[in-house]
Nanobody, 119 residues
Framework: QVQLVESGGGLVQAGGSLRLSCAAS????????MGWYRQATGKQRDMVAV???????NYADSVKGRFTISRDNAKNTVFLQMNSLKPEDTAVYYC?????????????WGQGTQVTVSS
């Protein structure tokens, strides 16, 4: 069974940094695009950053220049380096991966990790 396991959330002061990791496990798949989304309390889930299998990236305007997404294809892992964090970055961050399992491209989500930025 394919799973996405996230780590790296926590509490940090404004201006600080955190690094999120997300590893896909379970075997029998190949990864396509991977990315990070976030959902603040009472708000919808929004894209933060995505990275294609070839390394192309796309960022939400609100995080450009502060966050960097990267991936290790050999380990089916995606990272999100978050610098210059602001209180408005506070949210639950979810990893997402488009994975080929056999001939089917599926959409998989992690369990979410809380990021809290204090002012």
């Amino acid at each position: 069974q394919v799973q996405l396991v996230e780590s790296g959330g926590g509490l940090v002061q404004a201006g600080g940094s955190l690094r999120l990791s997300c590893a896909a496990s379970g075997g029998g798949f190949s990864s396509n695009a991977m990315g990070w989304y976030r959902q603040a309390t009472g708000k919808q889930r929004d894209m933060v950053a995505v990275i294609g299998s070839g390394g192309s990236t796309n960022y939400a305007d609100s995080v450009k220049g502060r966050f960097t997404i990267s991936r290790d294809n050999a380990k089916n892992t995606v990272f999100l380096q978050m610098n210059s964090l602001k209180p408005e970055d506070t949210a639950v961050y979810y990893c997402n991966a488009k994975l080929w399992v056999g001939l089917r491209l599926g959409d998989y989500w992690g369990q979410g990790t809380q990021v809290t930025v204090s002012s």
